[in-house]
């Protein structure tokens, strides 16, 4: 039971930070602490430096104490003076004793030196290749974002704007389209077309007849002559006419 406890306390707390982790803070977090690490590094590189320095000054020193002691021992003796060359034979032993130990010190501070110089170069490499991943990974989280953001805004114009209402309204100005069309041509199908270009028709022969009399009014146009018919009507009135004359 207690270890079923502690899997979902467990399960619980990774869900959570999983749930407010966001990489793109996380990778500029990371970027921030490799750049602090440099000075810290740098830090120690000098202190492993200083060392190497003062080794080296110690260095010097043995040797100009060996040298000066060497010669004293020569001078004493050729001056015959075996005492003083034994006393400063002694101090001189010491002083190549301390000038060997230096040495090993000053080699192994050295090589120290030269790994912390390498591990700095390596570091730097490192911290250059994961800074460049870092900043691709960021820009391509903000793309992303942006992106969505673009999908979200693209999606709701899609959904509640123009597209939700535009095949309906196409589909109503189809039909009312329709409609229209259908009850013009049922209204000229209605229409006696024939008996509108008699109508017309008559109107212009009317209105012709009316301009002639006009012009045999005006004397413009003489009157048309009558037309005899079978039985010579019209000729017996044209006698009649001269004779009463």
């Known amino acids: 039971m207690w270890d079923r406890l502690k899997r979902a306390l467990r399960s ?9 982790e966001d990489p793109e ?40 104490d060996v040298r000066g002691l060497t010669a004293k021992v020569k001078a004493a003796i050729q001056a015959g003076r075996d005492d003083l060359a034994a006393q400063y034979a002694t101090k001189l032993q010491v002083e190549k004793d301390a000038l060997e130990r230096n ?14 110089l390498n591990v700095k170069k390596a570091f730097m490499r490192e911290k250059d290749r994961k800074t460049a991943e870092a900043m691709t990974a960021i820009r391509d989280a903000r793309r ?30 189809e039909e009312r389209t329709a409609v229209n069309e259908a009850r013009m041509q049922m209204a000229l199908e209605s229409v ?9 028709e008559a109107e212009k022969i009317q209105a012709n007849e009316l301009v002639k009399q006009f012009k045999m009014e ?25 004779g009463v004359e």
């Open 12 to 20: 619980f707390a990774g869900f959570f930070v999983s749930s407010i």
């Open 192 to 200: 006696d077309h024939q008996s509108a270009q008699i109508e017309e």
């Open 25 to 64: 803070l996380i990778l500029e977090q990371n970027i921030r602490d490799l750049n602090d690490q440099v000075p810290k590094m740098n830090e120690s590189i000098a202190m492993v430096r200083a060392n190497v320095t003062l080794l080296e000054k110690e260095n010097a020193k043995y040797k100009d």
């Open 218 to 242: 005006m004397g413009l146009m003489d009157s048309p002559a009558p037309v005899s018919d079978v039985s010579g009507q019209t000729g017996k009135t044209i006698g009649k006419k001269v």
């Open 144 to 173: 992303a974002k942006w992106q969505a953001k673009v999908a979200d805004t693209m999606e709701s114009f899609t959904v509640a704007g123009i597209d939700s209402t535009h095949d309906e309204m196409l589909r109503k100005v």
């Open 103 to 116: 040495e090993a010190q000053l080699s192994t501070a050295r090589l120290a030196y030269e790994k912390a």
